[in-house]
């Protein structure tokens, strides 16, 4: 007994010296914060149905639920999955169910529930499961995707010849499907349907059959899906139902190789007849059909026929008549990449970044012309509407507050919050974040968002972490600092500043300024942090002798760079970044990015290639580096972390590489998520505050 109890407290006092190191709240209680999102407004605009993401540590996942918000009574908790999860809410057009896709032992098949409460029930039960849905306007049916089943013929060949695959040669297309829905086959949650078991032995079955306890009759069976679409000829990539739903807009690409996007045309189906006829064919990626509310017009989004650079300029929107005919440019005014939201009775809704805010906008397609419709709260993420275009929902998010859902009315637009999950972080200290602006090294003007403790004394000089974007299309803005891998708020309440630049390349500043690294990876992106650098060193706010860098995909890229070509910093992370073009180009999933950003390939161009690597330069590197990576990435493929780690052991540099077991290029597991947020802190400590941390076990 004595024994145990002189273990138990050696334990506790390990536990307890590792947290007395990390001030403020526990890592795993940033991980943990839930998260809503994706609201869905009733028919009528009463309620709504929105997603509540979870941690679960014991199965080391990320699980997400339906939540239900009627009119003035508190949100509550609508579905509860044992395993996995449950999403793709939306209502039936009576306003009668709430419709989700969840995988509970079936695949992912399509459930419904009473907005009251109550048993779910399964009402497709389709071979392979289902990739999205939606409801048909009029009447009780469903359309979905699905995606090919394994074929006869592959699983012969795996049988005799084992597993092997010919790259861009092997796939499964995925084709449209329509089914009936009988939400009341059974009256009570008592009375569930008999299906055939799939895994029932032989010895099963003739029990079953010599028994006869059922007869066929007795048995409740679910419908049959009917397939709309099929073949080799494309692979479907979106759909919109049109507002009766006798026709089909539908995407599609030649296969469903991720860089194929570029074939993708539009498509009406007559569900009726089963004619498929042409709409949108031009060179370039048109996708994202949605239909007009009397079904005379379709809007699309497009490259605009271009082939050559769709990852930095705008995307664009036409108009084009359901029955065909010449497409009209839509929103050109409009100076940045713009998504269409809806297209109610009410109008048209954009959504766009400008600057730091994510906005909405009106649309008149007459004109084509678009103004600002709402701009509070600071970001409007996910927007629904009601039936009739008067009511409206969103999930939103404030500089010092999480997201939450709101609802307002369309006219006047007087948004209130239903949620309140932004008492999670009561207490906490967030610091402040706000937009500072600063010139570039060509003079270009460059924001970022600055995170002051809540202390902040400005006679005082601060450690300076820079936390880099990705994308480099991505964008940063005044948020709750919850860091994913990086411990911000930890950093904050230790008395640090933390520097998140939106380099030249990223969303909400324009074409033009996305463009601007074209050509000029790296090098550029170095101007816009270093000078960002200089400016806060200028105002007097922080120690140059205790600074680190660091980021994540293109994030960790310029981390990489810095690490090669700046001796400034006193610790660097990179998180799944590049070293060299050449190894990116010939490894990652989408070879298109650096064509069109180095306007070469390596064989054309090797010193363009040359110019904007890490590994260049990698004699001049000093830092010590820290190296993160998944172990399956293909975006970013792990050849490039051994490439800068190996490099940098060459020259002495003091480096680590931790490859994060079954990741791709992002880290999806909350433990996994933890360890990767202690090794920065335990990096960053050493080198910025001179302490050595255990990371506890």
């Known amino acids: 007994m004595r ?47 929105f997603s509540v993401r979870t941690v679960n540590w014991e199965k080391n996942s990320y699980d997400s639920e339906i939540w239900l918000v009627k009119e003035g009574e508190k949100p509550f908790q609508l579905t509860r999955t044992k395993d996995g999860r449950s999403g793709s809410h939306k209502w039936s057009p009576d306003g009668k169910w709430i ?40 009447g009780k049916k469903i359309l979905f995707s699905k995606t090919e089943e394994e074929s006869k013929s592959d699983k012969e060949r795996e049988k005799r010849y084992g597993r092997f695959a010919v790259e861009d040669a092997e796939y499964r297309y995925t084709h449209l499907w329509v089914i009936d829905v009988k939400p009341d086959m059974w009256p009570t949650p008592a009375e569930v349907p008999c299906y055939p078991s799939k895994k029932s032995s032989e010895a099963d079955k003739k029990k079953e059959e010599d028994e006869k ?14 397939q709309l679409t099929k073949g080799s000829e494309f692979t479907v990539t979106g759909y919109a139902l049109s507002p009766c739903g006798k026709k089909v807009a539908f995407s599609h690409q030649a296969d469903p190789l991720r860089n194929s996007y570029i074939t993708s045309d539009i498509s009406i189906l007559d569900i009726e007849s089963g004619d498929i006829k042409p709409l949108v064919k031009n060179p370039g990626s048109d996708s994202g059909p949605v239909w007009s509310p009397d079904g005379e017009w379709i809007l699309y989004h497009s490259a605009g026929g271009n082939t050559t650079s769709d990852f930095y300029k705008n995307n664009q929107i036409y108009k084009i008549p359901a029955e065909g005919g010449e497409p009209v440019r839509m929103a050109a005014g409009l100076d940045e990449e713009a998504y269409v939201m809806d297209w109610n009775p009410g109008g048209v809704y954009l959504s766009a970044w400008q600057k730091t805010k994510r906005q909405i906008f009106r649309l008149d397609t007459d004109t084509g012309e678009v103004w600002l419709f709402a701009d509070t709260p600071w970001n409007i993420w996910y927007v629904d509407f009601s039936e009739d275009g008067k009511m409206m929902a969103f999930s939103g998010e404030t500089p010092t507050t999480l997201d939450e859902i709101y609802k307002t009315p369309v006219d006047p637009y007087q ?75 930890q950093w904050l309440e230790k008395g640090a500043l933390v520097l998140r630049p939106n380099y030249r390349g990223s969303a909400g500043y324009g074409e033009k300024f996305r463009s601007l690294n074209v050509r000029n990876l790296g090098v550029g992106d170095m101007w816009d942090v270093m000078s960002g650098v200089d400016y806060l060193i200028k105002k007097g706010w922080v120690d140059p002798n205790k600074m680190g860098a660091m980021g994540w995909s293109q994030g960790g890229y310029i981390s990489a760079f810095l690490t090669t070509n700046t001796g400034r ?15 990116y180009y010939v490894n990652t999933d989408i070879h298109p990015f650096t064509r069109q950003y180095l306007k070469a390939t390596p064989w054309v161009d090797p010193e363009i290639y040359a110019k904007t690597s890490p590994m260049t330069n990698i004699t001049k590197a ?22 800068l780690f190996q490099g940098l052991q060459d020259m002495g540099v ?32 050493k080198y910025i505050w001179g302490e050595e941390i255990d990371i506890p076990l």
């Open 3 to 49: 024994k145990m109890s002189l273990v138990f407290i050696l334990v506790f006092f390990v536990f307890a010296a590792a947290e007395t190191t990390v001030p403020g709240p526990s890592f795993e209680k940033v991980i943990s914060l839930r998260s809503v999102g994706s609201p869905v407004l009733s028919p009528d605009g009463k309620s709504i149905a």
């Open 99 to 138: 419709s989700f896709l969840a995988d509970r032992g079936e695949k992912s098949q399509i459930y419904l529930i009473r907005p009251d409460g109550g048993e779910a029930q399964m009402i497709t039960d389709v071979k392979g499961g289902i990739n999205s849905y939606e409801w048909f306007p009029c």
């Open 213 to 226: 306890t059922k007869s066929e009759n007795e048995c409740l069976s679910l419908p049959k899906a009917v």
């Open 415 to 489: 948004p209130v919050v239903v949620t309140d999950f932004s008492k999670q972080i009561e207490g906490w200290k967030i610091g402040t974040s706000e937009v500072i602006r600063w010139k570039s090294k060509d003079g270009t003007e460059i924001e970022g968002v600055l995170h002051k403790p809540d202390d902040f004394d400005p006679g005082k000089k601060y450690p300076l972490f820079i936390i880099i974007h990705g994308g480099p299309t991505g964008i940063d803005y005044p948020s709750v600092p919850t860091g994913y891998v990086y411990p911000i708020i």
């Open 569 to 583: 910093f006193q610790a660097i992370s990179v998180g799944a970044g590049i070293s060299n073009w050449m190894t």
């Open 622 to 643: 000093g830092t010590p580096t820290l190296i993160q990576h998944g172990e399956f990435d293909r975006r970013v493929p792990i050849p490039n972390a051994y490439e």
């Open 654 to 685: 003091t480096t680590k590489l931790i490859v994060y077991k079954g990741f791709g290029h992002g880290i999806t597991k909350p433990k996994e998520r933890l360890a990767a947020t202690w090794h920065n802190w335990q990096w960053f400590a």
